[in-house]
Antibody, heavy 117, light 112 residues
Framework: EVHLVESGGGLVQPGRSLRLSCAAS????????MLWVRQVPGKGLEWVSG????????GYADSVKGRFTTSRDNAKKSLYLQMDSLRAEDTALYYC??????????WGQGTLVTVSS | DVVMTQSPLSLPVTLGQPASISCRSG???????????LNWFQQRPGQSPRRLIY???NRDSGVPDRFSGSGSGTDFTLKISRVEAEDVGVYYC?????????FGQGTKLEIK
């Protein structure tokens, strides 16, 4: 059975940093691109970042470019999102997604990030 | 970025009646490999999104056959042949042909 478990969310002040993690199991992690998608409570879905299975390509939404860094450790079957210079508008539920060739097949339950003073 | 436009944004439906959601993209979603990466998701209240349809018309395992997807190029449709109470939620289309993937605004289906 596939599991994606996000962690690391919480309350953080504007300008500070937070690191999210996603632990994967039940599928061949190396073969999947991994994505971060966020959702402001009660609002729509926004692609934040993606990383290829071999980390050869990493992409970011314009809204987070230069502030967020995505990485992965295939040996640990883990995905990470380093979020720096956080803003109030980064407040959202952050989902980790397993994506094989554009199918966005596997989703975690999300971890909530709240940026507030 | 590819803009995805859904309509309607609100969809009140009587139980047992059909429902249809449109999704239009700002450019063709046909990939250079010939595939079209247009997916549909359902998000029930308090839950993570669940994929219903991938690559335009392929229904996921466990998804009732009353759900169907169709379309090509820039115009896509999700149809529910007979709405049931468990179908209440928000439906999103998402293009995965190019990074950044982009989502439609969401269509909220409710029972009249």
């Amino acid at each position: 059975e596939v599991h994606l478990v996000e962690s690391g969310g919480g309350l953080v002040q504007p300008g500070r940093s937070l690191r999210l993690s996603c632990a994967a199991s039940g599928f061949n992690f190396n073969d999947y691109a991994m994505l971060w998608v966020r959702q402001v409570p009660g609002k729509g879905l926004e692609w934040v970042s993606g990383i290829y299975g071999n980390s050869a390509r990493v992409g970011y939404a314009d809204s987070v470019k230069g502030r967020f860094t995505t990485s992965r450790d295939n040996a640990k079957k883990s995905l990470y999102l380093q979020m720096d210079s956080l803003r109030a508008e980064d407040t959202a539920l952050y989902y980790c997604i397993g994506d094989k060739a554009g199918d966005l097949e596997y989703w975690g339950q999300g971890t909530l990030v709240t940026v507030s003073s | 970025d590819v803009v995805m436009t859904q309509s309607p944004l609100s969809l009140p439906v009587t139980l047992g009646q059909p429902a249809s959601i449109s999704c239009r993209s700002g450019q063709s979603l046909v990939h250079s490999n010939g595939n079209t990466y247009l997916n549909w998701f359902q998000q029930r209240p308090g839950q993570s999104p669940r994929r219903l349809i991938y690559k335009v018309s392929n229904r996921d395992s466990g998804v009732p056959d009353r759900f169907s997807g169709s379309g090509s190029g820039t115009d896509f449709t999700l149809k529910i042949s007979r709405v049931e109470a468990e179908d209440v939620g928000v439906y999103y289309c998402v293009q995965a042909t190019n990074w950044p993937y982009t989502f439609g605004q969401g269509t909220k289906l409710e029972i009249k």
